[in-house]
């Protein structure tokens, strides 16, 4: 375990979390502005949680944490460590049936507090598609701070897409 919060655990991936993962991630709409395709095969999903439940969350690149409520994988966060220790990168996904609870904005402010209290991370930064409004929503309503706009930055999906960039100072998080 690497944080609880009032509901949810932030923890390391585990193999009972497959179908959950594979599951979540079949869902089109969920799968829509990340870096994958739905569907999410049980095989692809299989190979994927074992690379997660072997990473080292304290090395630079990416880890991903697991989002637990009474047991239950409802999603994941993303972390993309700098190389210098000090700054990362976020992302977040949660199942349709677990949105709009409140849990995603749990996870990450319970992520956030264990990276800028218990790691002493100097800032985290974000960027999402503008149209996926309820993550960016997410991020102001956490204290992330809009940092900017990219219009038609990122060729993604077959489409040029225009990017929010969302910044947060371990200074700000106090």
Request: hydrophobic share 45%; glycine share 8%; with cysteine.
């Given at each position: 375990?690497?944080?609880?919060t009032?509901r949810?655990t932030?923890?390391?991936?585990?193999?009972?979390?497959?179908?959950?993962?594979?599951?979540?991630r079949?869902?089109?709409?969920?799968?829509r502005?990340q870096s994958w395709?739905a569907?999410?095969?049980l095989?692809?999903?299989?190979?994927?949680?074992?690379g997660?439940?072997?990473?080292d969350p304290l090395?630079?690149?990416w880890?991903?944490?697991?989002?637990?409520?009474d047991?239950?994988?409802i999603g994941d966060?993303?972390?993309n460590?700098a190389?210098n220790l000090?700054?990362?990168e976020?992302?977040?996904?949660?199942?349709?049936?677990?949105?709009?609870k409140?849990y995603a904005?749990e996870?990450?402010?319970?992520l956030?507090?264990?990276?800028?209290?218990?790691?002493?991370?100097h800032?985290?930064?974000?960027?999402?598609?503008?149209?996926?409004?309820?993550?960016?929503?997410?991020?102001r309503?956490?204290g992330?701070?809009?940092?900017?706009?990219?219009l038609?930055?990122?060729?993604?999906?077959?489409?040029?897409?225009?990017?929010f960039?969302?910044g947060?100072?371990?200074?700000?998080?106090?």
């Open positions: 375990m690497f944080t609880s009032e949810l932030v923890r390391r991936f585990r193999a009972q979390d497959v179908a959950a993962f594979s599951a979540y079949s869902v089109p709409e969920v799968a502005y395709d569907p999410f095969s095989e692809k999903a299989t190979a994927t949680v074992q997660f439940a072997n990473g090395a630079a690149g880890f991903q944490y697991a989002i637990d409520l047991g239950v994988l966060l993303g972390l460590l190389e000090m700054q990362a976020l992302g977040f996904t949660l199942a349709p049936e677990y949105q709009g409140g904005t996870a990450v402010r319970g956030l507090n264990h990276l800028f209290v218990e790691r002493n991370l800032r985290v930064s974000a960027e999402c598609d503008t149209r996926n409004l309820a993550s960016a929503q997410l991020l309503r956490i992330f701070r809009d940092e900017g706009l990219r038609q930055n990122t060729w993604f999906k077959g489409e040029w897409t225009d990017d960039f969302f947060l100072l371990r200074s700000d998080w106090f």
